[in-house]
């Protein structure tokens, strides 16, 4: 896989992940989680394009990812726990059905400890 590929999902997930603190910053904690979201997403695309040397298969399903890459077998259960905890997050985000409730769920105590989490998943 060309380095150029891999590099290109890693800028991504980092500008994702500075968006969400921007987001923090302003109090959008709905987007927080969203942005936290996507920055996890591209780095499992960037870990699949490395470890496979594929194209990431176009999916945000974030456990999909990581069992494809062969990540979801060497990760410890914390890590498995995070992912499985931020899936929701990129649809519960979109649809007005769901940010209502999403909404009241979200502080700045626990955006901020998403955004700590995905800096650690990085």
């Known amino acids: 896989m060309n380095i150029n590929k891999i590099s290109y999902w890693v800028e991504l997930s980092d500008y994702d992940l ?9 109090k ?3 987007y927080v989680g969203f942005m936290c979201h996507q920055a996890v997403e ?7 394009a490395d470890k496979i040397n594929e194209t990431p298969p176009y999916s945000h399903n974030l456990s999909k990812l990581s069992e494809l890459s ?3 077998s060497v990760m410890d259960d914390d890590k498995k726990t995070f992912l499985f905890s931020i899936q929701p997050l990129n649809i519960e985000a979109r649809y007005p059905s769901y940010k209502e409730n999403l909404l009241k769920s979200l502080n700045h105590e626990n955006t901020s400890e998403l ?3 995905t800096k650690e998943f990085q």
């Open 42 to 48: 591209k780095i499992l695309k960037a870990y699949f």
């Open 70 to 72: 062969g990540l979801n």
């Open 115 to 117: 955004i700590t989490k």
């Open 28 to 30: 959008r904690y709905l």
């Open 18 to 26: 500075k968006t969400a603190e921007v987001m923090l910053e302003g």
